[in-house]
């Protein structure tokens, strides 16, 4: 269900110029932890890992390669999809890029974007502070 949503998310051009890796955390914490030294970050039973493949994104008139944007979209609406089944999430981009690279064993043209770890939360969060309307909307007449 979460691989699907990433799957179906809106891309520029419907390239989906982005390969989605998912870890098991069981026996590889250590090096898990290389990527993002937290202990939370292995304690799920699964990390999944987006990386952009910037030679296979649209890119804009002006250079703008969109790569990173439809990466961001697809591990976005994967973090939905889990919150909507009560799965626990937590977007880290705090990551040791050499680490990663090394850890999923990427390809040539391959850039790690981001990292969640996914299970069952083991408390429930508090509220998230988020800005008001007022300061993130501008209405154009």
């Known amino acids: 269900m979460v691989l699907t949503a990433a799957r179906l998310a809106p891309t520029a051009a419907n390239y989906q110029p982005f390969q989605v890796y998912v870890l098991s955390t069981a026996g590889r914490e250590l090096e898990l932890r290389r990527v993002y030294d937290r202990e939370w970050f292995v304690q799920a039973p ?22 990173d944007v439809d990466a961001t979209i697809a591990m976005d609406h994967l973090i939905l ?61």
Do not use: H, M, Q
């Open 46 to 67: 699964l990390v999944i890992a987006i990386c952009t493949l910037p030679s296979r994104a649209w890119v804009r008139r002006d250079g703008k390669n969109y790569g």
């Open 81 to 141: 999809a889990a919150a909507n089944l009560g799965l626990g999430t937590c977007w880290v981009a705090a990551f040791d890029p050499a680490a990663a690279r090394r850890v999923l064993g990427v390809r040539e043209g391959e850039e790690p974007l981001a990292f969640t770890p996914i299970g069952y939360p083991a408390d429930t969060p508090g509220p998230k502070l988020r800005k008001p309307l007022a300061e993130l909307v501008r209405y154009i007449r």
